[in-house]
């Protein structure tokens, strides 16, 4: 018999290996697949630490708790706040609105409620509003380096260039509620002001106390560049062309980073949201190759 020239072994004869096969297939189609609810907790997961890492390095949303910056900003606006470029080096520019620390007790006074637990472990996390922190939004008007000044019924002037302001709240003057300079704004500081000038407690009330009305680099969260919501107020914040006027930039700049002030609640709409949409891909990456592995495709 040609036994021996075919395989070594009777027609019904199992090898081991072919044995073991069967039995690695037949367990992938028994083993089911993993539901999505047990999915969910590392969706979630993923979801948190990725919006904790997008609130603490890439972008914010706060809400606009008061008038200071009417119209360019309503009461209950929220704005989302650019975080990132403060790490590459990048320096204020005049005519951002800008988010900051409360420099100097410009808050005092302010009512601030004591968060329980569960409210200060999601606010780290950008899911819900900071109770402790009081954080403030205005426009710069002048960064480091620059001389700035606005004396009453006229407008404000940056290293003697006049500011058209188009977005000063109507009926409002420049200054005549609180006119100032000229001042020098020292390095690594700004000057900011509100856009509702007679409804703004901004860096010209200021200037008796321990930073003089400028605010320190140091306390710079970022520019607000975009108003999310309401979607009806959906607008970018862009720097205005007074801003760009020839000669305005001659003084030396400072190594700093501004914002503005009107007290101001971080939100964590904008993280949470980002953190779920960069959650969602991973996951389901993850459960395609998990499916992938059991089915041997």
């Avoid at 910056?69 to 800008?98: A, I």
């Avoid at 006049?162 to 690594?188: H, R, S």
């Avoid at 320190?216 to 862009?238: E, M, S, Y």
């Amino acid at each position: 018999m040609a036994v021996g020239a075919r395989s070594g072994r009777d027609e019904g004869e199992e090898r081991p290996d072919d044995a073991e096969r069967e039995a690695e297939d037949g367990g992938a189609e028994a083993r089911p697949h993993r539901s999505f609810w047990k999915e969910l907790p590392l969706l979630i997961g993923i979801a948190l630490l990725l919006a904790l890492l997008i609130k603490t390095f890439l972008v914010q949303a706060f809400s606009i708790p008061s008038d200071s910056m009417q119209n360019t900003l309503q009461r209950g606006d929220r704005v989302l706040v650019d975080k990132l470029t403060p790490w590459f080096g990048s320096e204020p520019e005049r005519g951002e609105v800008v988010v900051f620390h409360d420099p100097a007790s410009w808050l005092a006074g302010e009512p601030t409620p004591e968060p329980n637990f569960a409210q200060t472990i999601l606010s780290k996390i950008g899911l819900m509003p900071s109770a402790d922190e009081k954080d403030l939004i205005k426009r710069t008007i002048a960064i480091g380096g620059d001389t700035v000044e606005c004396k009453k019924g006229g407008p404000v002037v940056v290293n003697g260039k006049e500011l058209d302001e188009p977005y000063i709240y109507p009926g409002n003057t420049p200054c005549d509620d609180a006119p100032f300079g000229p001042i020098t704004v020292p390095k690594g500081k700004i000057w900011v002001m509100g856009d509702h000038r007679q409804n703004s407690q901004d860096s010209r009330y200021h200037m008796q106390d321990s930073t003089q009305g400028f605010v320190p680099v140091d306390k710079v969260v970022g520019r607000a560049v975009v108003v999310a919501w309401p979607i009806t107020r959906w607008a970018t914040l862009p720097i205005p062309d007074t801003f760009d006027q020839p000669g305005i930039g001659n003084q030396t700049k400072a190594t700093a980073m501004g914002l503005g002030a009107a007290g101001l609640a971080p939100v964590g709409l904008g993280p949470a949201a980002l953190g779920l949409a960069g959650a969602v891909p991973v996951v389901m990456w993850r459960r395609r190759g998990l499916t992938s592995r059991t089915t041997g495709r």
